[in-house]
């Protein structure tokens, strides 16, 4: 599933071409993703202008000039791409050269002057909502922290943690108390901070907070810098692929030697998820 830094370099991509456009037709070409569309869904888009794009956690939102608001989740494999008449420069430098096959082209959004956005998706595990401009904090009021907002530091984040026996990693992994991070990030920040994925979330330090928050926010940057990170469906906004899993410390490299200190990295399972590690750095 694509992770926080693949959402926000596809709301990247997006955003120039977006922003300031109105919707002049939307074709649905069939009655469901992995949810039912909302109720008169294309007419209530038609004629709005996207005022401007945003995203919390793994959720795109594009604000309507008609108080309401467009919620994407991508799913598995869902993508988001623009067509224009005339090509221009694109952002980020990796291109896979696989076009996504267009009978899998579920909805089209024909844009007046800009072209057309046109959402994708094989598995169909993504769905989109339309709602209240004013019901977006009720929508997501279950969700946590954004990782990379100041609202998560040293301290926010022992207190989110405090008396919680879950593992460390399982604690990243739960949406809400912070919300985006998955499994290839959790794993590369507990390297980046040395803390053992083992660790009892509640048992961290407050110096061991601040190492994480801060390895949080330098990873999920960094990811974002190199367009995230590319397994498998991942691609953004102009069809190219991410590259950071190019630049993974210990996900995916089990046996491999450990940047820092050389020692074969381990992988377990918790929660049912992969946990990459060092032994040796992580304790």
Request: proline fraction near 5%.
């Amino acid at each position: 599933m694509p992770e926080l830094p693949e959402v926000e370099t596809v709301r990247r991509g997006l955003a120039p071409y977006l922003e300031g456009a109105t919707i002049a037709n939307v074709t649905l070409k069939r009655s469901d993703l992995r949810f039912p569309f909302p109720d008169r869904f294309a007419r209530r888009l038609k004629g709005a202008a996207i005022l401007r794009a945003d995203r919390r956690a793994k959720y795109l939102l594009f604000h309507l000039s008609n108080n309401e608001v467009l919620i994407i989740h991508l799913g598995m494999s869902g993508r988001l791409r623009i067509e224009r008449s005339k090509l221009t420069q694109s952002p980020g430098d990796f291109y896979d050269s696989t076009p996504a096959s267009t009978k899998h082209d579920h909805v089209v959004i024909d844009l007046q002057a800009q072209g057309r956005l046109i959402y994708n998706d094989a598995r169909r595990f993504g769905f989109m909502e339309l709602i209240a401009a004013n019901d977006i904090e009720k929508r997501f009021e279950d969700l946590g922290l954004e990782p990379l907002s100041a609202a998560l530091n040293g301290k926010s984040l022992k207190k989110l943690f405090e008396n919680k026996k879950v593992a460390i990693k399982l604690a990243l992994l739960d949406q809400s108390l912070i919300a985006g991070i998955g499994n290839i990030y959790a794993c590369e920040a507990l390297f980046d901070a040395k803390v053992s994925p083992k660790k009892a979330a509640g048992k961290i330090s407050l110096k061991e907070s601040e190492w994480l928050s801060a390895a949080v926010k330098k990873v999920l940057k960094k990811a974002i810098k190199y367009g995230g990170s590319t397994l498998r469906d991942f691609h953004d906004a102009d069809g190219k692929s991410g590259e950071f899993q190019n630049r993974f410390n210990v996900y995916d490299r089990k046996g491999q030697p450990c940047p820092q200190c050389k020692t074969p990295i381990e992988r377990m399972t918790q929660g049912g998820r992969s946990t990459f590690y060092c032994p040796r750095c992580q304790r």
